[in-house]
C-alpha cells in the first residue's frame, strides 16, 4: 500500500509559479509510473501530466504543455509539479496518483493523494 501526500498548493497571481509535491510513504515510489491531475469547480478530474517509473519520459495535456514540469526523485519517495506563467484556469484542486502504466485515464491508477488547492488570481 502507498498513501500519497501533496503540499504546495496556495494562491498565487496569474503569470506566477508554484511547484507541489508529492511524498510518499509505504512503499518506494520507483515501481510507479506517477501522474498529476486537477479538478476545477464543477468540472471533472483530468489528466495533467504523467512521468515514467525512472523519469525517463514524461507526457503533458496540451493545456499545460510548455508550462508545467513533472519530475521525481525516487531517493526522496517524491513527485514534483513544477508550474509557471500560470493562469486563472488553472485553478483547481491538484491530485497526484500512482499506478502501473502512463495512462491518462484516473482510472489506470491505483493511489490517490487527497489534493493540494491551487487558486490562481487575475
Known amino acids: 500500500q502507498v498513501q500519497l501526500v501533496e503540499s504546495g498548493g496556495g494562491l498565487v497571481q496569474a503569470g506566477g509559479s508554484l511547484r507541489l509535491s508529492c511524498a510518499a510513504s509505504?512503499?518506494?515510489?520507483?515501481?510507479?509510473?506517477m501522474a498529476w491531475f486537477r479538478q476545477a469547480p464543477g468540472k471533472e478530474r483530468e489528466f495533467v501530466a504523467t512521468?515514467?517509473?525512472?523519469?525517463?519520459?514524461?507526457y503533458y495535456a496540451e493545456a499545460v504543455k510548455g508550462r508545467f514540469t513533472i519530475s521525481r526523485d525516487n531517493a526522496k519517495n517524491t513527485v514534483y509539479l513544477l508550474m509557471n506563467s500560470l493562469k486563472p484556469e488553472d485553478t483547481a484542486v491538484y491530485y497526484c496518483?500512482?499506478?502501473?502504466?502512463?495512462?491518462?485515464?484516473?482510472?489506470?491508477?491505483?493511489?490517490w493523494g487527497q489534493g493540494t488547492q491551487v487558486t490562481i488570481s487575475s
Open positions: 509505504g512503499r518506494t515510489l520507483s515501481v510507479y509510473v
Open positions: 512521468i515514467s517509473s525512472g523519469g525517463e519520459r514524461t
Open positions: 496518483a500512482g499506478g502501473p502504466a502512463a495512462r491518462t485515464r484516473e482510472g489506470s491508477y491505483d493511489y
